[in-house]
């Protein structure tokens, strides 16, 4: 029976963990098994859920955030037939041949709704709000800004950080109020990368009459006609497939990207008035010459540097 | 109020009321009946019931058991609400006054007239002036409480009985507090209220003011009423007698003082509290071995505040030297621990709040203050509990504590059994000085008794001894040589032999000369 | 900073005074008539989680306020029963409280929606929406107050009015009304009141509710206009702010106002790093600014700001007969 | 009404809180649709069931007994410190420092470094609230709660900007070297029979055990605790006695931060090897439910930590195998404290009447 364990923002954050527990949920219901589920609420929790998970003989254990690859670290030395699954983290495989990594490329997919955002804008200024300030997250920034200023090199970009810790990812209050600030500034689509605080900062933007972006799942439906669109990270399918190749887990690290299907933007009923044929035509060409490798969106995580903005 | 005079000859009657506090059986069936237009004392010893008795007519406490009629008419009385309803006032022993709030606020707290303050106001205003006229009672109706005297806060509680209309006025000890003169005014009130038809129910310790301001007089003991007399009937031998059901030998047996040298000498002692007010303004004074010295004076007076800078307690400036060794009044060396070291025993005034740990145990106690004394020590982390409690034993035995179990916690033993654990405690470290502060308050006449003949056998023993009493038979019968404060000052120093209670009066109100009375304080 | 970013941070101010505000009134009324409340967390917790189950079920905003101030009550006499009935420590009755609080709303609202202890997300009429007050938009482009009136003070929900509203009320009720006399003596000296014929035990339970009220519509305010739905532990420490609030404000109604308004202000400040950056010429660790609110607590607590005197019968059970 | 025994008042009283407790926290899953019972079953499985539950339930008593104690001194101190948590929190942060700081040789040399640190650094964050309730007369429960966030701020800070290792996302410091790494329970000789997995619970718990007799000790064989204990009953007749206010306030609230702190060695050093953010994990906060439990007596404290050892690991596991949330332990935790340190009253007035009752009974009967 496989395991999966939440990220702090906790399993309806609508977002990053919510995509999980689809994947989680697609699985069992294609293949009608069971798995195990635990949310975290503290950092010192981590390494009892694994263990206790591991005990218990949950195979493969499916963790998502970062935050869970060093707890891996340790647990996974004492569980050796134990395989577990970091999304978003890395544990180096050749010490832990136990241990599935699986990263994407969030910049590329942030490139996309990026240059959608800059042909949506009428201000000329459009705006990121990130949750915890760490690379990662700067990584869906320099994506979105880099496809911003390609569709229009003119474009001013404001970016903010909710925080430096996991309560980041679960402070709607900052997140409306960073996005109602962005908004004073000019900005009149504002992308969130930022978990459960992403939910204020749509709420903000739905209230003020402008536009915003999704992140992880398909945020499209939270507030239709103000969600642009959603920049699909697809940790549902992450957790699908770990979940459905079972104990018999391939651990070799895994990036998923465009090319891929392992990010993308959403495109449904609920946005469908807000994004023009030529929008979704410039994007969908970018989108073609990313996979084709003849476009190469910077990746914030190799130098620590964006070329388009500063943090 | 639907109140009519009817032709019922009494105001108020008690039938068969009793009350228990826990274990203690503070009221038992107590039969009482005031008659109307009366002044009714009652008096007993510390604990007999009196305050309890008069709380439950108030509806402050609700009786056990028993029956109370206003005007022949059965009342029940279950609250303050219903008293005052029938028409029964009370001013209460310790005030129960809002201190930060105006006098006019206090009067009419309870006794608004609708919703808004304004008009409750405006009426209050104008009826304290016209019973300002009536009898005397001024007080500023827009000052603070805080801001008055203990004598004009009294008539802020006459007043706001009064403002209710009570036909009933009970005081309870209203003279404690006030210096003679002002006890003298307030009985002109207390009269002027009486010949105006009202009742009045006067509790007091004071036998002299019995017989001069009633009419019938109760007698209580250990939560019995024991006798109802007419006053002039009586004599206040007789009183004491009822009181404390045996005759009373109220002096205490000495032999003339053989005052040594100086032990402790005091010199412009001065002590403000924590509002900056000056309370001690400047004492000096001088005891000798072998001598009692009794300082008399209403409470509050800076008696306290000398017990207070002498035992470390407070903050002092000024000079002190015990033994022609000077002790410092501020900063290190002025706490209660240096003082205890350089032999300085103190019994306080208020044994509960100060003198024991009520929570503590007997033996616990025994060591307070003295806890880091060497025959205390097992080593030198560890105190030798075993030793403190086979000490207990010693002298719960000398001084008949009972029940004699070390172990048992102070809170478990009566007020006389508790004090005599403290004065034990202090006596028995030989100091050279000893401050003893209302050593027999709330204490029964037997261990009074004891404790005088400690007091002395410590002096004959050629110690100094600092003696505060509000008790004035007390200090004109104990002490060596007498000083009077006023007002945080000495007024004068007396021999006990030379004096009498109408001159300690005079210095105790502020006045110096007795040929031209001067007053220093606005009296009452 | 400019002008725009200053009403800007204003604005944010007043949104984030509010809940502050009703928690700090509500503070008042409790110990002004001498209980104190440290379980306002707690109440605001408690109501902030039934407003929004309760506004997400009926799609009714004051459904939801309703329920609040219903849940908020609750608590309100569970410490009255135990700090006036049965004499209990008043430190100890609100701690546990806000314990209580911290655990059941998650509880209730995970087994309620199964959304992790969050309620549903609410919009439309199951939340209090912004009001434009009349002439915010006719007056908008007058200079300097224009701005002012448009952005920091039109515009709220309208439990930020009512809020603001309770300052004058209080005021006067405490001050001119006979309730208010007896419930500030009750505070000073419950034998005072005792005596006097009025009851202790009444006083202080009406005391209290009125607490119970206030916290219910800050909950509420939380849950239902601030944000779109109830988070776990949503109120993050609002209650002992507010109670930091009260001291510095000495009892106050209307310094209450002003010291919620500071720390509202610093609240506001947290959120934007940036501008405290702009205005301080340096890099300001986020964490301080997250503190400042506490830290100044703490200052005005030890009479760095001035001594504050609670009521003198604060935190003591009233006891006639042991 | 007579009062009650003393051994009545000292077991029963805490017993029928408990079980008013119990019976409430059944309610409340009654009310959820969950089943007392069920949970009950899940709980002492999960915490008492087998060695692996033990290991927890015996980690989690470990870090109680050291926040309870730190509650019980303070509280025979007549202080109400709500500041357990931060203090924990920043000892963690001196177990940290002293740990990366050296290569330590053995863990032996390492603990009792780390000890130090710990209750340097729990002691040095209470002296604050204590020096401003001694000298400024601000009151130590707010300052405590006030100083409890802001430690979180500051471990905020310093695990993300001064002891995380570059390149590393989460905050946290680095992990210690293995010369700072004590022994679990299944390290140690004896243990190991019963342990045969590794357990977080380690060596500390013998350290716990070892503060409980000498807090017990220091608190009524010494002159410091009869100080103390004089002081937090009166501070008026402290003062008669020359017991120096300010003084007992401070030396009370330092080993009651430092005991807090001290709880950092089993989880920082003893468990999760390297500092996290909340590395407390609410511990302070059920240290007040500890001591009040416990009666503020070292060996009720004991206890008490165990039961909530229990209490805490039994709750994880609901939240693990039922889909009770973990809440319920906070729920539990709660109505502890309110019965046993706000309504004891109401639980006492029960039970007199109760006595008052069985006696009457035997009256009549031997009448
Ligand atoms: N609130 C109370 N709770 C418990 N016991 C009380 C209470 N009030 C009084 N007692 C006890 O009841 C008894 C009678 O007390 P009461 O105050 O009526 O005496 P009193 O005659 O007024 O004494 P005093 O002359 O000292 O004023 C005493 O034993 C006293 O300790
Ligand atoms: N306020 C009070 N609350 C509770 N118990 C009290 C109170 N006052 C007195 N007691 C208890 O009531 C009992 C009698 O106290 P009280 O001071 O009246 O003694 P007493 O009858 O005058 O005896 P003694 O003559 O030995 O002083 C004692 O056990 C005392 O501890
Ligand atoms: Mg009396
Ligand atoms: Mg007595």
């Known amino acids: 029976e496989p395991a999966l364990i939440y990220d702090l923002g906790g399993k309806f954050d609508k977002s990053f963990n919510e995509a999980a527990f689809n994947g989680a949920e697609r699985w069992a219901q294609e293949t009608g098994g069971t798995y195990k589920e635990i949310e975290m609420q503290n950092e010192a929790q981590r390494e009892q859920a694994l263990r206790r998970l591991a005990e218990a003989g949950s195979n493969p254990i499916v963790t998502t955030g970062f935050g869970m690859s060093d707890p891996i670290a340790t647990v996974s030395k004492d569980f050796p037939d134990t395989k577990f699954v970091t999304i978003d983290g890395f544990v180096d495989p050749a010490a832990h041949p136990n241990v599935l990594s699986i990263g994407f490329a969030e910049h590329e997919g942030s490139y996309l709704v990026g240059m959608m955002a800059a042909l949506a804008s009428k201000t000329g200024t459009v705006s990121f709000v990130g949750g915890m300030d760490i690379p990662l997250i700067r990584n869906f920034a320099c994506g979105y800004a880099q496809g911003a200023k390609a569709a229009n090199p003119d474009i001013n970009f404001i970016s903010n950080m909710t925080g430096t810790t996991p309560a980041a990812w679960n402070d709607p209050v900052k997140g409306s109020e960073l996005a109602k600030a962005q908004k004073a500034q000019g900005s009149d689509v504002i992308f969130a990368a930022a978990g459960g605080t992403g939910l204020g900062v749509l709420q903000a933007a739905a209230d003020e009459g402008i536009l915003s972006i999704g992140v992880d799942s398909n945020q499209n439906h939270l507030h239709p006609g103000s969600v642009l669109t959603s920049m699909l990270k697809r940790v549902d399918v992450a957790v699908y497939n770990s979940m459905k190749q079972g104990e018999a887990l391939d651990t070799t690290p895994q990036a998923l990207n465009l090319a891929s299907d392992g990010v993308g933007y959403a495109m449904d009923e609920h946005n469908a008035a807000l994004v023009t044929p030529e929008m979704q035509a410039a994007v969908d060409a970018a989108a073609e010459k990313i996979k084709s490798g003849e476009l190469v969106v910077h990746d914030y995580r190799t130098d620590d540097t964006c070329p388009v903005a500063t943090f | ?524 | 900073m400019d002008y725009a970013t200053l009403l800007q941070v204003l604005d944010t101010t007043v949104r984030l005074a509010t809940p502050l505000l009703l928690a700090c009134l509500a503070g008042l009324y409790s110990e002004r008539a001498g209980i104190f409340d440290i379980g306002l967390e707690g109440k605001m917790l408690s109501a902030a989680m039934s407003a929004g189950a309760v506004a997400a079920l009926t799609g009714s905003a004051w459904a939801g306020l309703l329920a609040g101030i219903g849940a908020s009550m609750l608590f309100a006499a569970l410490h009255g029963l135990a700090a006036i009935t049965f004499r209990g420590n008043q430190l100890i009755s609100g701690v546990a409280l806000n314990f209580l609080a911290s655990g059941l709303t998650v509880l209730i609202a995970q087994a309620m929606f199964k959304q992790g202890g969050r309620t549903p997300p609410l919009s439309g009429d199951a939340r209090f929406n912004p009001v434009t007050l009349p002439g915010a938009e006719a007056l908008r482009d007058v200079p300097l107050i224009g701005p002012l009136y448009y952005e920091v003070i039109s515009g709220h929900s309208v439990l930020v009015y009512i809020a603001f509203l309770i300052v004058p009320f209080t005021w006067w009720v405490l001050f001119r009304t006979r309730f208010g006399l007896r419930l500030r003596a009750v505070g000073e000296n419950p034998a005072a009141v005792d005596t006097a014929g009025v009851s202790v035990i009444g006083l202080r339970f009406a005391a209290v509710a009125i607490t119970g009220i206030l916290c219910g519509v800050a909950g509420a305010y939380m849950a239902t206009a601030l944000q779109a739905g109830f988070g776990r532990e949503m109120t993050a420490g609002r209650g002992y702010i507010a109670l930091a609030a009260l001291i510095f404000a000495k009892w106050r109604p209307v310094a209450a106002m002003w010291a919620c308004l500071l720390f509202g202000f610093f609240q506001a400040l947290a959120l934007r790093p940036d501008v405290v950056q702009s205005v301080v010429q340096m890099k300001v660790p986020v964490p301080l600014l997250d503190a400042l609110p506490y830290i100044l607590t703490v200052l005005v607590l030890a009479g760095f700001v001035g001594k504050a005197i609670p009521p003198r019968a604060g935190g003591q059970p009233y006891v006639k007969e042991r | 009404m007579d009062r009650l025994p003393r051994w009545a008042d000292l077991t029963l009283v805490p017993l029928v809180s408990l079980l008013f407790a119990a019976v409430i926290s059944a309610l409340v899953l009654l009310s959820i649709g969950q089943s007392p019972t069920e949970a009950l079953k899940v709980m002492i499985d999960g915490a008492l069931g087998s060695p692996y539950g033990w290991g927890y339930t015996l980690y989690y008593a470990t870090s109680f007994i050291f926040t309870g104690l730190a509650v019980t001194v303070a509280f025979h101190a007549g202080l109400f410190n709500i500041g357990g948590e931060g203090q924990a929190q920043i000892g963690g942060l001196g177990v940290a420092l002293v740990c990366l700081s050296l290569p330590w040789p053995h863990w032996t040399v390492a603990l009792a470094a780390a000890t130090a640190g710990a209750a340097l650094f729990g002691a040095a964050w209470a002296a604050i609230p204590a020096y401003l309730q001694a000298k400024r007369g601000s009151h130590i429960v707010i300052t405590t709660i006030m100083f409890n966030y802001i430690a979180a701020a500051l471990m905020v800070y310093v695990l993300v900007d001064v002891l995380r290792p570059t390149g590393q996302m989460d905050p946290a410091s680095a992990r210690f070297p293995v010369g700072a790494q004590l022994p679990a329970l299944n390290d140690i000789p004896g243990f190991s029979l019963i342990f045969q997995r590794p357990v977080p619970a380690n060596i500390t718990l013998l350290i716990a055990l070892a503060m409980a007799v000498v807090v017990w000790a220091l608190l009524w064989r010494t002159r410091l605790g009869y100080q103390i204990r004089a002081f937090g009953k009166s501070e008026a007749a402290a003062k008669y006695a020359g017991i120096n206010p300010v003084r007992i306030t401070i030396i009370a609230m330092l080993i009651s931060g430092g005991l807090a702190g001290m709880m950092s060695i089993n989880n920082v050093m003893g468990e999760a090897e390297r500092l996290l953010q909340n590395s407390s994990e609410g511990a302070g906060f059920i240290g007040i439910a500890v001591a009040l439990m416990g009666r503020n007596h070292p060996f009720g404290v004991v206890l008490a930590a165990l039961l909530f050892g229990f209490l805490y690991q039994g709750g994880a596991e609901l939240g693990l195998w039922t889909s009770i949330p973990i809440e319920m332990r906070i729920v539990v935790q709660g109505l502890v404290i309110l019965f046993t340190g706000a309504l004891d009253m109401m639980v006492r007035m029960i039970l007199e009447r109760l006595f008052a009752l069985v006696r009457s009974a035997k009256a009549v009967r031997a009448a």
């Open chain 2, 1 to 524: 109020m639907g109140r009519q005079a009817t032709a019922a000859p009494f105001a108020i009657e008690l039938k068969g009321i009793s009350k228990a506090f826990g274990p203690v059986q503070a009221n038992k069936d107590i039969n009482i009946a005031v008659p109307k237009g009366t002044i009714h004392g009652i008096i007993g010893e510390n604990g007999a019931g009196k305050s309890t008795l008069m709380s439950i007519l108030y509806g402050f406490y609700k009786a056990d058991s028993g029956q109370i009629l206003v005007g022949g008419q059965p009342t029940p009385i279950p609250d303050s609400q219903s008293a005052i309803r029938a028409g029964i006032g009370m001013v209460f022993q310790h005030f129960k006054l809002v201190q930060n709030f105006t006098v006019l606020e206090n009067i009419v707290l309870g006794a608004e007239e609708g919703a808004l303050l304004n008009t409750s106001l405006g009426k209050a205003r104008q009826v304290l002036k016209d019973l300002a006229q009536e009898y005397g009672l001024n007080v500023d109706p827009d000052a603070l409480i805080e801001d008055l005297s203990v004598g004009h806060q009294q008539r802020v509680e006459i007043l706001k009985a009064l403002y209710r209309q009570a036909d009933i006025l009970i005081l309870d000890e209203p003279t404690g507090v006030l210096t003679p003169d002002e006890a003298d005014h307030l009985f002109r009130i207390l009269r002027g209220l009486k010949d105006q038809g009202k009742t009045i129910i006067l509790i007091t310790h004071k036998l002299r003011e019995i017989m001069e301001a009633t009419d019938n007089v109760s007698v209580m003991r250990r939560g019995t009423m024991v006798a109802t007399v007419k006053t002039r009937d009586t004599s206040p031998e007789q009183l004491a007698e009822l009181m404390v059901g045996r005759k009373v030998l109220l002096e205490v047996e000495k032999t003339p003082p053989a005052p040594g040298k100086v032990v402790l000498s005091v010199q412009d002692l001065r002590v403000r509290d924590e509002h900056g007010v000056e309370r001690l303004k400047g004492v000096s004074l001088d005891i000798r071995a072998g001598e009692i010295l009794g300082i008399a004076g209403v409470a509050g007076n800076g008696q306290s505040e000398l017990l207070a800078a002498l035992g470390g307690m407070t903050k002092a400036s000024g000079t002190i030297t015990l033994n022609g060794v000077p002790l410092p009044l501020s900063g290190p060396g002025s706490d209660g621990q240096s003082r205890r070291e350089a032999g300085i025993a103190h019994v306080p005034e208020d044994r509960h709040h100060h003198g024991l740990i009520l929570d503590f145990a007997a033996w616990e106690n025994v060591a307070f203050g003295y806890h880091n004394d060497p025959k205390y020590q097992k080593s030198a982390l560890f105190m030798d509990n075993d030793a403190l409690r086979a000490d207990t034993e010693k002298k719960m035995a000398t001084y008949d504590v009972r029940p004699p179990i070390p172990t048992l916690e102070a809170k478990n033993f009566s007020g006389g059994n508790q004090q005599k654990i403290v004065v034990a405690r202090e006596v028995e470290q030989n100091p050279d000085l000893l401050l003893i502060g209302q050593p027999t308050r709330g204490v029964d006449i037997g261990a009074i008794e004891f404790i005088h003949k400690q007091i002395v056998a410590l002096r004959d023993a050629g110690k100094a001894i600092l003696l505060v009493s509000v008790e004035l038979d007390e200090i004109m019968s104990l002490s060596d040589r007498i000083a009077v404060m006023f007002d945080g000052q000495i007024m004068g120093m007396r021999d006990p032999a030379s004096t009498d209670e109408r001159e300690l009066g005079m210095l105790m109100a502020g006045m110096t000369g007795t040929s031209d009375a001067k007053l220093k304080k606005e009296a009452y």
